[in-house]
Nanobody
Framework: QVQLVESGGGLVQAGGSLRLSCAAS????????MAWFRQAPGKEREFVAGITWSGTSTRYADSVKGRFTISRDRAKNTVYLQMNSMRPEDTADYYC???????????????????WGQGTQVTVSS
């Protein structure tokens, strides 16, 4: 059974930092792009950051560029999201996504990924 399990969410003050992790099990995603999305209450799920299968290329939403960093450890089948200089508008449930096709590029739409985690809640207080 394939699982993506996110961790690291929580409550942080504005300006603070959090590091999210997404550990995959049941199969390897070393040949697949992985990404983070988020969904705030009453809003649609949106792309946050993505990383190619090799880890050499990344892509970010404009709203997080320069503040968030995505990385991956292919040997550990894990992807990370380092979030710095956090803002109240970053408050959302954060989801890990994987597999947009073997060796495919980063996809910024939710229908581009075959596997999803259950999400981890992030709250940024002002």
């Amino acid at each position: 059974q394939v699982q993506l399990v996110e961790s690291g969410g929580g409550l942080v003050q504005a300006g603070g930092s959090l590091r999210l992790s997404c550990a995959a099990s049941g199969r390897t995603f070393s040949s697949y792009a992985m990404a983070w999305f988020r969904q705030a209450p009453g809003k649609e799920r949106e792309f946050v950051a993505g990383i190619t299968w090799s880890g050499t290329s990344t892509r970010y939403a404009d709203s997080v560029k320069g503040r968030f960093t995505i990385s991956r450890d292919r040997a550990k089948n894990t992807v990370y999201l380092q979030m710095n200089s956090m803002r109240p508008e970053d408050t959302a449930d954060y989801y890990c996504a994987a597999d947009s096709g073997p060796f495919a590029d980063i996809v910024v739409t939710t229908n581009g990924y075959n596997y999803w985690g259950q999400g981890t809640q992030v709250t940024v207080s002002s």
